[in-house]
């Protein structure tokens, strides 16, 4: 809460508390009898006059430190009218006084608190000259007391924002033990799903090949030595997982060669030839992208052999200034994107919207499929 805040927050009561002075002091001097009517009647106008410029522009914070000195200035000149008309209405300077700290800065208050203050003396010099020794005690004792209450009320002010501020901190602070709460827990859950992943997949990847070795340990049959490949990027994979939680792919290479060994794969196990080309100039992306653009890869690759029934597929990634791009395409059947929710295309959508991507997905009977992936980047 700053010092504008405060102001702002107790505005109204600042305008009930002048309207209530003003009015009392008002309706004491119509009242009153000790002077001629039109005198009072025309001091309880400039009384009048100050209570409504006070209401209409008398807001320090939407205005500036400039203008409240301005306006302060002028309620003085007019307080200075109405003492000089009725002498009842000094009575103001129990309005007037907190309003100087309220229209203007502390160290612009102090020096218009002492002359409002001086202004009944004054007057005495020119009306009441007896009256002088008396009204100027008065306003010494005013005047200290004003400037008591100034600086007592700035101090609140100031403990009050310094205490917003403090609590503006505290909430931030439990939002930043909330966060790192949460990622404790994400982490605690990683850890837990790395150990079931290397207490499951990866020691059945291990046996798996440990009985394909022992059943061929030459690995002569070229479909035994493609299942002990496979089953070994696989095991590598699930490693993978459990060390960083990132594709094994990516650790052996760049982006566009991890994408180059998946289509070699795919044209080793399906025959279908998987050419793969890249365009624009080659950068480092963050991992999080890298492995969504290298998953979306492999499923499309996946999805082609076993739907598509393609006689070849092509493989484009580009790199743009602020995006990537990752085009695959194939010559096979087609699908309608629609009805195909087992073609893993939620999956890559997911992934997509976790990295602010677009996934767009085209496919007919008579040209193929095109999935195609632009991540900002």
């Known amino acids: 809460m700053t010092d504008s805040d405060v102001h702002t927050r107790y505005s109204r009561w600042w305008d009930a508390y002048f309207g209530v002075i ?7 001097i119509l009242l009153g009898d ?22 209409a522009l008398g807001h320090r914070p939407a205005r500036g430190e400039a203008y409240g000195a301005v306006l302060a200035t002028v309620q003085i000149v007019l307080f200075a009218v109405a003492v000089a008309l009725v002498p009842f209405a000094t009575w103001l300077l129990f309005a007037l006084i907190p309003m100087m700290f309220v229209l203007t800065a502390l160290r612009t208050a102090v020096p218009l608190v002492i ?4 202004v009944t003396p004054a007057i005495d010099v020119v009306q009441a000259p007896r009256m002088l020794p008396a009204d100027l005690l008065i306003a010494l004792i005013s005047a200290s007391a004003g400037l008591w209450l100034g600086f007592w009320i700035h101090r609140v002010v100031e403990q009050n924002t310094e205490r917003g501020r403090l609590i503006a901190e505290l909430e931030a602070s439990r939002a930043e033990v909330a966060r790192l709460s949460h990622e404790a827990g994400v982490a605690a859950e990683r850890a837990r799903l790395a150990g079931e992943i ?27 030595a493609l299942a002990v490949r496979t089953a070994k990027e696989n095991l590598a994979e699930s490693r993978a997982l459990v060390a960083a939680l990132a594709p094994a792919a ?7 060669d991890s994408v180059r060994r998946q ?63 990752l085009v695959v395409r194939d010559d096979g059947r087609g699908f309608d994107p629609a009805t195909a929710d087992g073609f893993g295309l939620n999956g890559m ?13 085209r496919s007919d009977p008579e040209t193929g499929t095109t999935i195609e992936l632009e991540v900002p980047a």
Do not use: C
């Open 22 to 28: 003003a009015v009392a002091v008002a309706a004491a």
């Open 34 to 55: 000790d002077h001629p009517l039109w005198r009072r009647l025309l001091a309880a106008g400039v009384i009048a006059a100050m209570m409504l410029l006070h209401l």
């Open 115 to 118: 002359l409002v203050n001086l």
């Open 198 to 224: 290397h207490d499951t997949l990866a020691q059945g990847f291990t046996s798996i090949i440990t009985l394909l070795q022992a059943a061929d340990p030459a690995l002569r049959d070229e479909r035994l």
């Open 250 to 256: 990516l650790s052996e290479g760049s982006l566009p």
């Open 263 to 325: 289509a070699a794969r795919f044209t080793e196990e399906t025959g279908t030839p998987a050419t793969v080309r890249v365009t624009g100039d080659e950068r480092a992306l963050p991992t999080k992208v890298e492995v969504v653009l290298l998953r979306a890869a492999q499923e499309a690759l996946t999805n082609v052999r076993r739907h598509a029934g393609a006689h070849e597929a092509a493989v484009l990634l580009a790199y743009a200034p602020a995006a990537v791009r």
């Open 349 to 361: 959508r997911a992934r997509a919207e976790q990295v602010n991507g677009t996934l767009t997905v």
